[in-house]
């Protein structure tokens, strides 16, 4: 066992700073008023005087300050941070906590020296990802919080980045950097700071449910387990809770401090002092949990009655379904650039029909069993053997998220035998695109690494990645600024939207089937989807439709558009691909888009379309 365990504190504000070095933090982390994720209130972050004298004050007592710089960072925004971020290097803080690749670049162009660490909201699960990031600069990964301690142990035996984890405080139920539900319902991204808070309203499971707190994930707490996190190479205890005061967390910062020197001091004899436990008790907020620590989360994860949710003031909002009334008449850049017009398919029914319409298919590794939905690597086999004699394109998408629980099957599709029709992988996560780069095959971002710059979007190029699909979340202005800057982009223009994956086992309170589905005080139904992998998919309720900004998007640095059709029936998805196929062609030889297209899409969902306000960025 180590004689050394890092206890790393949140700050808010001055007072809270002082506090939790008094009791026992050997490093704090705090966030600016500009570049960071907690941004709901401006109070609870520091002024970069503040951030001056917070240095001085903790480096007298040998303590260290590490800044959150963890937001997911617009184009513009990416030039702004480069005055803060050389104020940071001269000031002398420890360490800059990071989310957007944009900053990894960043940190190169200044020849900054300050260590970078991965935020958890990279929602790192696996070795791959934490070898790439410490090939790139990164000392240290604050691993996912939806992962395993088996996982955290077999991470650290194949990495020597360092191990950070969160010990203590909130869980969201969606996988860490993947829940862009307050993004599509209000426009504001839980990614960039501003989340509402989706997860912590009331629905009813059924339209016949009662309704409950459904998504209300009790908080983490592990301080049983500390040993068991020191023995799995874990180097730091992280506790959450920037937005909390003062004497809250100097309590779990004392609690912490004073079990991990018994740790330190007793090693095999240390027992867990039941007094403190129960001390830890006795302030808690929610009901606790220790989240996928021992593997599958349970029903007991989430505390249905809401009886110890804290107030948060945000509710649930009556959504807006586009119709024929949205149509708007667009006039036309002529661009001649070629679009690879891409569709994914989720059952074999539709290859064939719809290979002329569109330049390159994609095959999706998530199998929903309940739905018949998904390929096994006997049905791949079998879809690049017609592929080549049809002459078509495929790439086989990775889920969205790869733990290391999940590695083996990333593995057997790198042994694969390469096919000429195999265009390559897109990927989710930077474990895979290490680990198939390194097989040699071709390998393209998808929407779930949350591109949402150009500096970003390069930083992979410039790596091997032959291109990036934009983060879902981006609306019509981020894209027209990251212009010329970017390289090979994607755009996802419509299908349905993932706004959360969990590993909550929800279907199984009623058992799953099609009326397994979350609704609002509204009647709006969120679909849940379970795949395979025992995750379950929470979908908004209507498909993203951008077929009036065709044009906008055709006269722009975009080389590639997605329609993502694995959940609809062959017949619809024939309807829609070659609509969308006819309407980029009669774009790029100068005529309009019609009013009857669209009025056709329309009438293909009569569940209701939306364009999350596309054109009016929040």
Known sequence: ????????????????????????????????????????????????????????FLHKQNKKLYITVNNLYFEKETEEIKEYLLFLEDIGVDALIVQDLSIASLYKELNL???????????????????????????????????SLNEIREIKKHTIMGIEVFAHGDLCISHTGQCHMSSFIAGVSSNRGICIKPCRWQYKLGFDGTPGYHLAHNDLSLYPYITNLIDAGVGSLKIEGRMRSAEYLSSIISLYRRAID?????????????????????????????????????????????????????????????????????????NSNDI????????????????????????????????????????????????????????????????????????????????????????????????????????????????????????????GMSGVCLSPELKLKNIKEIGDSGRNLEMFVHGPLCGMITDYPITEIRGEDSK????????????LRKADDGRTNIYFPYDLCLFN????????????????GQFYKTDTLIKVVRIYNQSIKDIQKGSQLTSDSFAAILDLFDEGLTDLSFGKPK
Not at 120 to 141: D, H, P, T, W
Not at 281 to 301: H, M
Not at 516 to 527: A, E, M, P, V
Request: a negative charge.
């Open 113 to 147: 020296t300050i260590p970078l660490l991965a935020s958890v909201q990279m929602g790192i699960g696996n070795s791959e990802a934490a070898n790439f990031l410490k090939e790139n600069g990164f000392s240290r990964v604050i691993l996912s919080q939806n992962i």
């Open 340 to 463: 690879d017009l891409a569709v994914k398919l989720g059952s074999l029914q539709a290859l064939e029909a719809i290979k002329n319409d569109c330049q390159t298919i994609i095959i999706g590794l998530e199998k929903f069993p309940f739905y018949n939905l998904g390929f096994n690597r006997d049905d791949i086999r079998d879809i690049l053997g017609w592929a080549k004699g049809n002459n078509t394109k495929i790439k086989i998408e990775t889920p969205r998220i790869v733990t290391q629980s999940n590695w083996r099957k990333i593995e057997e599709l790198g042994s694969m035998e390469k096919s000429e029709n195999l265009s390559g992988f897109i990927v989710n996560d930077l474990g895979s695109f290490r680990y198939f780069s390194s097989q040699g095959f071709k390998v393209w971002g998808g929407p779930g690494l949350n591109i949402a710059n150009s500096r970003s979007n390069n930083f992979l190029i410039n790596r």
């Open 1 to 56: 066992m180590t004689d050394k365990i890092e206890l790393l504190a949140p700050a808010g504000t001055w007072d809270v700073l002082e506090k939790v070095a008094v009791a026992g933090a050997d490093a704090v982390y705090i966030g600016d008023k500009r570049f960071n994720m907690r941004l709901l209130k401006s109070s609870h972050n520091f002024t970069d005087s503040e951030i001056k004298n917070a240095v001085h």
């Open 262 to 334: 018994r740790i330190v001091q007793e090693q095999d004899d240390y027992q867990v002092d039941l007094d403190e436990l129960n001390r830890l008790e006795d302030i808690k907020v929610r009901n606790y949990s220790v989240g996928r620590l021992w593997g599958e989360l349970g029903l007991d994860n989430v505390d249905i009655s809401g009886e110890n949710e804290p107030f948060f003031p945000t509710k649930a909002k009556q959504l807006k379904k586009l119709t024929i009334d949205d149509y708007f008449e667009e006039k036309n850049d002529i």
């Open 549 to 564: 900004y065709l044009p906008k998007l055709l006269a722009m640095n975009i080389s590639g558009m997605r329609i993502d």
């Open 516 to 527: 397994s589905n979350l609704i609002d005080k509204y009647g709006q139904i969120y679909r």
